[in-house]
């Protein structure tokens, strides 16, 4: 998953997490689907996820190259011994998707459910390590292993619900559809490939369930559910300044160097315009209720707050906020002579943009241009095949389910949307006409959170144990047919 979990500040922390096997009940006294389940059974499905989440983890798929293959096989095994319809499909060296599906027993079902991962993970150095991260070692309360927040833990979750939904015989009202796909660190192929070649084994579906969500955890308290209901997209920029070359002796004042760093600070105070989008104004509206009184209020009429110059100047100190309420520039990458004693005739950088829903990127990079105003300074994009940014909305039976299945594991604690700055594949899904939304069964510290893509990645073994249980009752009370 590209890009940083978003932590509001300010927060306060409510509401305990319930034990592991607790039987919640709804506020109407029925038991949710896993409630329905003996207690013995669900002992048995958790320490088969611990078992398979180990085994998953020991799989390295590093990507580059991936090597995703091995974790299909994985998959394609349990499938196979539960006699779960699926199929593996090796569309490049090495690399695989896999669908499986359960099909739906109803005379008038509804569209169906993809629970979507993607099996490659990130490199890792084991220098920097305190076990080797495809051991998948168990050290105090945690299983260590890269991928155990980014994302195979979720995907062990979704196996072992399809298995759950299986050997219950739960009655389904929709398909239910597994995709593992490859490449999702790097490129995407895995997803394009399958979108453009087996969509029809998607089905025409409604929903679809990814990674992204962000259920964040202090002691025994929960702050909030996060449920990702959109992502910011990327617009890399590659400015490129020209200038005559010398000597570093001979100091040139209209150098390559010198103008890009003009043109740089330029646009380093550039101040794109505020948009306030629904989602986000949905969100700082749920989460008002916990911010000290000032800020609160701002929350509550984030459009009239930022008519205020002082505020406007606290949400750009704000990284929590201000990727929120715009478009964003990051300069991260410089380069020029090869020398330190050479002025070169050329001297770049890349700026890492982040843009909206909805946004215009020619109206954007023209911005740009004009801001720079430097004929010898040009301005491209990095990446010319632009994804438009998209976001599904709050208001669909799915997303009810997630405040359903959330208020009997974490009563009273706020479910959100959340416009996240980073990127998931949930991207590509929704020009299908899915409403695609990043939901993590598992609660995470900010500690544990910040392993993603770092040293040290795990998960304490409790929420391997608990975790596919939420995801198991938000997706049986999403296709249940009682």
């Given at each position: 998953?590209?890009?940083?979990?978003?932590?509001?500040?300010?927060?306060?922390?409510?509401?305990?997490?319930?034990?592991?096997?607790?039987?919640?009940?709804?506020?109407?006294?029925?038991?949710?689907?896993?409630?329905?389940?003996?207690?013995?059974?669900?002992?048995?499905?958790?320490?088969?996820?611990?078992?398979?989440?180990?085994?998953?983890?020991?799989?390295?798929?590093?990507?580059?190259?991936?090597?995703?293959?091995?974790?299909?096989?994985?998959?394609?095994?349990?499938?196979?011994?539960?006699?779960?319809?699926?199929?593996?499909?090796?569309?490049?060296?090495?690399?695989?998707?896999?669908?499986?599906?359960?099909?739906?027993?109803?005379?008038?079902?509804?569209?169906?459910?993809?629970?979507?991962?993607?099996?490659?993970?990130?490199?890792?150095?084991?220098?920097?390590?305190?076990v080797p991260p495809f051991s998948a070692e168990i050290i105090g309360d945690s299983i260590y292993g890269r991928g155990?927040?980014?994302?195979?833990?979720?995907?062990?979750?979704?196996?072992?619900?399809?298995?759950?939904?299986?050997?219950?015989?739960?009655?389904?009202?929709?398909?239910?559809?597994?995709?593992?796909?490859?490449?999702?660190?790097?490129?995407?192929?895995?997803?394009?490939?399958?979108?453009?070649?087996?969509?029809?084994?998607?089905?025409?579906?409604?929903?679809?369930?990814?990674?992204?969500?962000?259920?964040?955890?202090?002691?025994?308290?929960?702050?909030?559910?996060?449920?990702?209901?959109?992502?910011?997209?990327?617009?890399?920029?590659?400015?490129?300044?020209?200038?005559?070359?010398?000597?570093?002796?001979?100091?040139?004042?209209?150098?390559?160097?010198?103008?890009?760093?003009?043109?740089?600070?330029?646009?380093?105070?550039?101040?794109?315009?505020?948009?306030?989008?629904?989602?986000?104004?949905?969100?700082?509206?749920?989460?008002?209720?916990?911010?000290?009184?000032?800020?609160?209020?701002?929350?509550?009429?984030?459009?009239?707050?930022?008519?205020?110059?002082?505020?406007?100047?606290?949400?750009?100190?704000?990284?929590?906020?201000?990727?929120?309420?715009?478009?964003?520039?990051?300069?991260?990458?410089?380069?020029?002579?090869?020398?330190?004693?050479?002025?070169?005739?050329?001297?770049?950088?890349?700026?890492?943009?982040?843009?909206?829903?909805?946004?215009?990127?020619?109206?954007?990079?023209?911005?740009?241009?004009?801001?720079?105003?430097?004929?010898?300074?040009?301005?491209?994009?990095?990446?010319?095949?632009?994804?438009?940014?998209?976001?599904?909305?709050?208001?669909?039976?799915?997303?009810?389910?997630?405040?359903?299945?959330?208020?009997?594991?974490?009563?009273?604690?706020?479910?959100?949307?959340?416009?996240?700055?980073?990127?998931?594949?949930?991207?590509?899904?929704?020009?299908?006409?899915?409403?695609?939304?990043?939901?993590?069964?598992?609660?995470?510290?900010?500690?544990?959170?910040?392993?993603?893509?770092?040293n040290d990645e795990r998960i304490r073994v409790e929420e391997v144990r608990r975790g596919f249980r939420v995801l198991?009752?938000?997706?049986?009370?999403?296709?249940?047919?009682?």
């Amino acid at each position: 998953m590209f890009g940083r979990k978003f932590r509001l500040r300010g927060t306060i922390l409510i509401f305990a997490v319930f034990p592991l096997l607790l039987f919640t009940q709804t506020q109407e006294g029925t038991s949710l689907p896993s409630a329905r389940i003996a207690a013995e059974r669900i002992k048995q499905y958790s320490a088969l996820a611990v078992d398979w989440e180990r085994e998953y983890l020991r799989i390295d798929t590093t990507n580059p190259p991936g090597n995703e293959v091995r974790s299909a096989a994985f998959f394609k095994k349990i499938f196979d011994q539960e006699q779960i319809e699926n199929r593996v499909f090796d569309y490049a060296p090495g690399r695989s998707d896999l669908w499986a599906r359960l099909p739906h027993s109803s005379s008038a079902p509804n569209r169906p459910i993809v629970l979507l991962n993607h099996m490659d993970v990130v490199t890792s150095n084991p220098a920097h390590w305190k076990v080797p991260p495809f051991s998948a070692e168990i050290i105090g309360d945690s299983i260590y292993g890269r991928g155990a927040q980014d994302m195979k833990s979720e995907g062990l979750a979704q196996l072992v619900v399809m298995v759950m939904l299986k050997r219950e015989k739960i009655p389904l009202d929709r398909d239910v559809i597994f995709l593992a796909v490859s490449d999702e660190e790097a490129a995407g192929t895995g997803t394009d490939w399958f979108i453009a070649n087996q969509r029809d084994l998607l089905g025409n579906a409604e929903f679809l369930i990814n990674e992204g969500g962000e259920n964040l955890l202090k002691g025994s308290k929960v702050k909030y559910i996060g449920v990702d209901v959109g992502e910011k997209t990327t617009f890399w920029l590659r400015v490129v300044a020209h200038g005559r070359p010398g000597h570093g002796s001979r100091p040139i004042r209209d150098s390559a160097p010198n103008r890009l760093v003009m043109a740089l600070n330029k646009i380093l105070a550039y101040r794109t315009p505020f948009k306030v989008l629904p989602v986000v104004e949905e969100f700082l509206q749920d989460m008002a209720a916990y911010e000290p009184p000032e800020r609160a209020q701002k929350f509550r009429n984030i459009k009239q707050a930022l008519q205020d110059k002082n505020f406007q100047q606290e949400v750009e100190r704000d990284e929590s906020l201000n990727y929120l309420l715009r478009d964003t520039i990051s300069l991260t990458m410089l380069g020029g002579s090869q020398q330190t004693n050479v002025i070169p005739p050329e001297a770049w950088a890349n700026l890492d943009v982040r843009m909206l829903p909805g946004e215009d990127t020619k109206s954007f990079l023209a911005s740009i241009r004009q801001v720079v105003n430097d004929p010898n300074v040009t301005v491209e994009p990095v990446n010319p095949e632009f994804r438009i940014a998209n976001y599904s909305p709050t208001n669909t039976k799915l997303y009810e389910v997630f405040r359903t299945v959330s208020a009997r594991y974490f009563p009273g604690t706020p479910v959100v949307p959340r416009l996240t700055s980073g990127y998931t594949e949930n991207q590509r899904y929704r020009p299908l006409g899915i409403n695609a939304y990043g939901f993590s069964p598992y609660t995470a510290t900010e500690e544990e959170g910040n392993t993603e893509h770092g040293n040290d990645e795990r998960i304490r073994v409790e929420e391997v144990r608990r975790g596919f249980r939420v995801l198991f009752d938000v997706v049986a009370t999403a296709v249940g047919t009682q």
